[in-house]
């Protein structure tokens, strides 16, 4: 079975603090993924990256950012920790086979920022 | 992306056949229709996915219709494990990453 692991089930830091969230996947899949989640705006995508050391911006980019060194793992970054950073965090990874490979996703970060 | 609209929430009791509805109608003729669930508290999980016709698995069962812009995922016996918000997603898997986009779901409860 694939597994994706994030490093955190729970987090609490203070506002200004860097925050590192790591995630491993072993199913040597090209692309990962950082989400957030939160109540009453769903999943959105922060962050993904098709190959190592590539990254593209999601549709909340701004406060974060990732790091992808080896292929499997993908960090996530918050360079000054706020109180709106304060989420679930989502990790997953996919392999793409041209028929559209599905997500497999982590047990998520849950990310308190005082 | 196209847009899926889906019902809020529903209920089934355990043994019956949850059968959870979703529209697309504006869903173009490469996207697939993709379904997630989340259990409280963990990541979401896949348990199916389309183009056209109808799909099959260990999980659940995918029924298209014919015109494509409604789907239909059936779980055949459901279990309380099976409570869970259920997402239906449609995309099309013409890049190299498969950037989904989660909608606001289906929260299904299943009843003792």
């Known amino acids: 079975d694939v597994k994706v692991t994030q490093s955190s089930r729970y987090l609490v830091k203070r506002t200004g603090e860097k925050v590192f969230l790591e995630c491993v996947q072993d199913m040597d899949h090209e692309n990962m993924f950082w989400y957030r989640q939160d109540p009453g705006l769903g999943l959105r995508l922060i962050y993904f990256s098709y190959d190592v050391k590539m990254k593209e911006k999601g549709d909340i980019p701004e406060g974060y950012s990732v790091s992808r060194e080896k292929k499997e793992r993908f960090s996530l970054i918050l360079e000054s920790a706020s109180t709106n950073q304060t989420s679930m965090y989502l990790c997953a990874s996919s392999l793409w086979n041209g028929l559209g490979g599905e997500l497999f996703f982590g047990e998520g970060s849950r990310l308190t920022v005082l | 992306d196209a847009k899926t609209t889906q019902p809020t929430s529903m209920d089934c009791a355990e043994g019956r056949a949850a059968n959870l509805p979703c529209n697309h109608s504006t869903i173009s003729g490469n996207e697939y229709v993709y379904w997630y669930r989340q259990i409280h508290s963990q990541g979401p999980q896949y348990i199916i996915h389309?183009?056209?016709n109808n799909e099959t698995n260990e999980m659940a069962s995918l029924i298209i219709t014919e015109d494509r812009k409604s789907s239909t995922l059936i779980l055949p016996h459901a279990t309380l494990r099976d409570t869970a918000v259920y997402y239906c997603i449609v995309r099309a898997p013409i890049q190299g990453a498969q950037k989904l986009v989660f909608g606001q779901g289906t929260r299904l409860t299943i009843n003792p």
């Open positions: 389309g183009l056209k």
